[in-house]
Nanobody, 118 residues
Framework: QVQLVESGGGLVQPGGSLRLSCAAS????????MGWYRQAPGEERELVAVFPSGGSTDYGDSVKGRFTIRRENAKNTVYLQMNSLKPEDTAVYYC????????????WGQGTQVTVSS
């Protein structure tokens, strides 16, 4: 069974930092594109960061320069380091695994809440 287990969400003050983790099982991790997405109430789910299996990272415009995605293939884990957090970063953050060829085989984590507030 494929599982993406997320952790690290919580409450943080503006300007603070947080690191999210996503541990994958049931897939050949190195063969999959990994990414982070987020969704705020009443809004569309949006791309935060992607780290394809080929290694070419990309970020959403609103987080460039503040967030960093990293994957440790030996641990089957992808991380999202979030710095200089703003209230508008508040959302549920989701981990995604996508096979670059077999696009039917996309998997999502359960989501973890990030709240940026004083």
């Amino acid at each position: 069974q494929v599982q993406l287990v997320e952790s690290g969400g919580g409450l943080v003050q503006p300007g603070g930092s947080l690191r999210l983790s996503c541990a994958a099982s049931g897939i050949i991790f190195t063969a999959y594109d990994m990414g982070w997405y987020r969704q705020a109430p009443g809004e569309e789910r949006e791309l935060v960061a992607v780290f394809p299996s080929g290694g070419s990272t990309d970020y959403g415009d609103s987080v460039k320069g503040r967030f960093t995605i990293r994957r440790e293939n030996a641990k089957n884990t992808v991380y999202l380091q979030m710095n200089s957090l703003k209230p508008e970063d508040t959302a549920v953050y989701y981990c995604k695994a996508s096979h670059p060829v077999y696009r039917q085989n996309d998997y999502w984590g359960q989501g973890t809440q990030v709240t940026v507030s004083s």
